[in-house]
């Protein structure tokens, strides 16, 4: 689903070069679920951001479903980063004045969904990452960082992207609210075949993790992997 191939990112900083992504290759297929630790500052926002096509490599591609995203003009990165992304990403980049649920009927306005079931399905996601309804109406810059966070998976989840780029997902949750979006992303992965890379440092999340990965001095190396037990019949 998605192929890196030797993937280099630098930064000037004074008359330093840093390379916090140094030639980091992988490969997932459609519907894993995967993690990312690494010590802060390690590159793992940086490596998302060049996934998501936020931001461009030093060299090095990122092939989605066949697609070089090197080769694409800035117009196509735009629809591939609004079509096929979800981010879930620690600046959480939801408008401050706006309602939680239109912040997360934004999304489907891009993608041309009419207005009656973009606020119906706004709504039932929020439900999913479990925000009190009284607060699908209140201003994001009145939520609590915790709130806000369920409301940029939701938002990640609004147009049904083939690729989910997560931060830090459940950074700012309580134990039990985290555990919520664990269950919620392995699902998606699972059921609806989403493919789901998490930078994450919450063990139990790491822990549900199809593929496990540290990203050190720029390389990306495989912790381990293992067949996901399979969900109990019901
Ligand atoms: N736009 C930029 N310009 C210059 N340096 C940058 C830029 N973005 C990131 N860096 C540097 O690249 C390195 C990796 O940063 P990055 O944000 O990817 O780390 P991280 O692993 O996500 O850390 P954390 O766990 O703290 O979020 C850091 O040294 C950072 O200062
Ligand atoms: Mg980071």
Redesign the pocket.
């Known amino acids: 689903m998605i192929e890196v191939k030797d993937l280099v990112r630098q930064?000037?900083?004074g008359d330093r070069t840093?390379k916090?992504?140094n030639g980091v290759s992988f490969e997932l297929g459609k519907g894993t679920l995967a993690s990312i630790v690494?010590?802060?500052?390690?590159?793992?926002?940086?490596?998302?951001?060049l996934l998501g096509a936020l931001?461009k490599p030093t060299s090095g591609d990122v092939i989605v479903d066949g697609v070089s995203l090197a080769a694409l003009p800035d117009t196509k990165l735009t629809e591939y980063r609004r079509r096929d992304i979800g981010f879930v990403f620690?600046q959480f980049n939801l408008i401050p004045n706006l309602s939680a649920v239109d912040n997360v009927m934004l999304p489907m306005e891009f993608a041309g969904v009419r207005k009656a079931a973009r606020s119906a399905r706004a709504k039932e996601l929020l439900e999913q990452v479990q925000l009190d309804p009284e607060k699908h109406g209140r201003r994001i810059n009145r939520l609590s960082g915790g709130e806000q966070q369920r409301v940029a998976i939701a938002r990640a989840l609004a147009n049904e992207p083939k690729l989910i780029l997560a931060?830090?997902p459940t950074g700012n949750l309580d134990e039990q609210t985290g555990e919520h979006i664990i269950a919620l992303l392995s699902s998606l992965s699972r059921d609806h075949n989403t493919t789901i890379l998490v930078?994450t440092?919450d063990r139990s999340l790491a822990n549900k993790a199809d593929r496990r990965f540290r990203?050190q001095q720029g390389r990306l190396s495989e912790e381990a992997s293992r067949q996901r037990v399979a969900a109990p019949a019901s």
Do not use: A, N, Y
């Not at 690494?38 to 951001?49: D, R």
């Open positions: 930064f000037k900083s840093i916090p992504v690494g010590k802060s500052g390690s590159g793992k926002s940086t490596l998302l951001s931001d620690q931060d830090e930078v440092h990203l």
